[in-house]
């Protein structure tokens, strides 16, 4: 079964702290793509970054930084040095080439940054 | 901007009805795909559109009807809208419809059902 699990649902941060999203999921494919999108105030989704199973490297894009263990069936998502303006919901999803190309997202887990 | 563009923005109205909410699709995608954003049930997909043709179905209840046009605009009609209805909207797009393409997605339609 298909499922994503964020298990934080809500996170405070002061400014310039670092913090880690987690997010876990659980697929019997062994070719799947994992992505993180970002939901600020305003509504929108916007995509973060993409990974595919076989793609267990690392990345780093800024003060973004995501781990992907395929041991441990996780892909978190590091802040160093948060901002105010980083304040939003955080979405994990998944997607499978045996379920079709829907997103089975994780439950959002709410960042907030206190200046 | 993702460049996926949906309307309206915001949509008030009565149990009972029918509404119909619109999307294009980003300048050479051909797949589009319908999700909804309630409190209760968070983001479930509900249709994936390619080229006007239903590609894969969610959890799309029975009163929920799509279609893709041959422009690719898509659009998604509810109807006999009950209060549970209330949600966002998200349309999203890709070039393929592969799950390993990113889907980008619109600013929504915030749908009010009173």
């Known amino acids: 079964a298909q499922k994503v699990t964020q298990a934080q649902t809500e996170i405070s941060v002061v400014e310039k702290e670092d913090v880690t999203l987690d997010c876990v999921y659980e697929?019997?494919?062994?070719?799947?793509?994992l992505f993180w999108y970002k939901q600020p105030p305003s509504g929108e989704l916007v995509f973060l970054i993409r990974?595919?199973?076989?793609?267990?490297q690392n990345e780093i894009s800024g003060r973004y930084s995501w781990n992907f263990q395929k041991s441990t069936s996780s892909f978190n998502f590091t802040i160093t040095a948060s901002q105010v303006v980083d304040s939003a919901v955080y979405f994990c999803?998944?997607?499978?080439?045996?379920?079709?190309?829907?997103?089975?997202f994780g439950a959002g887990t709410i960042l907030r940054v206190k200046s | 901007d993702s460049g996926v563009t949906q309307t309206p923005k915001h949509l008030i109205t009565a149990t009972g009805q029918r509404v119909t909410l619109r999307c294009s699709p980003r300048?050479?995608?051909?797949?589009v795909y319908w999700y909804q954003q309630s409190l209760d049930q968070g983001l479930q997909f509900l249709i994936q559109?390619?080229?006007?043709?239903?590609?894969a179905k969610g959890n799309i209840l029975e009163r929920f009807s799509a279609q893709q046009f041959p422009d690719l605009h898509s659009e998604l009609n509810l109807s006999s809208l009950e209060l549970g209805d209330s949600a966002l909207y998200f349309c999203?797009?890709?070039?393929?419809?592969?799950?390993?393409?990113?889907?980008?997605f619109g600013p929504g339609t915030r749908l009010l059902v009173l």
């Open positions: 999803a998944l997607s499978e080439e045996e379920y079709g190309n829907k997103l089975v």
């Open positions: 697929t019997r494919d062994t070719t799947y793509y």
């Open positions: 990974r595919n199973s076989f793609d267990e």
């Open positions: 300048s050479g995608d051909l797949s």
């Open positions: 559109y390619y080229n006007g043709e239903e590609r």
């Open positions: 999203a797009s890709n070039r393929a419809g592969a799950p390993q393409e990113t889907q980008y």
